[in-house]
Nanobody
Framework: QVQLVESGGGLVQPGGSLRLSCSAS????????MAWYRQTPGQQREFIAR???????EYADSVKGRFRVSRDKAMRTQYLEMINVEHEDKAVYLC?????????WGQGTQVTVSS
């Protein structure tokens, strides 16, 4: 059973930066993919970014050029660097990993954008 714990959320001003982390534990296997999603009240979860073991990445158009997904070598921690944050980025950010065909999600970390 994989446990994912996000951290790094908080209050950020428009145009500011924030770095989110997601730490994984409970599995001896590396994930097939590590991703970030976000969710706002009443809305479906929105895909933000994904990184593969190869290092290849994918981004939603809404964050391309502003957010960067990365991971550590051991593939235990994934990161989301957010720069030039906009009001529309306010959401709960969740990490997701697929490990041996099973889907795991963290509880989320809140990002609030306000001046």
């Amino acid at each position: 059973q994989v446990q994912l714990v996000e951290s790094g959320g908080g209050l950020v001003q428009p145009g500011g930066s924030l770095r989110l982390s997601c730490s994984a534990s409970g599995s001896a296997f590396s994930p097939n993919a590590m991703a970030w999603y976000r969710q706002t009240p009443g809305q479906q979860r929105e895909f933000i970014a994904r990184i593969y073991p190869s290092g290849d990445t994918e981004y939603a158009d809404s964050v391309k050029g502003r957010f960067r997904v990365s991971r550590d070598k051991a593939m235990r921690t994934q990161y989301l660097e957010m720069i030039n944050v906009e009001h529309e980025d306010k959401a709960v950010y969740l990490c997701r990993q697929v490990v041996r065909g099973s889907d795991y999600w963290g509880q989320g970390t809140q990002v609030t954008v306000s001046s």
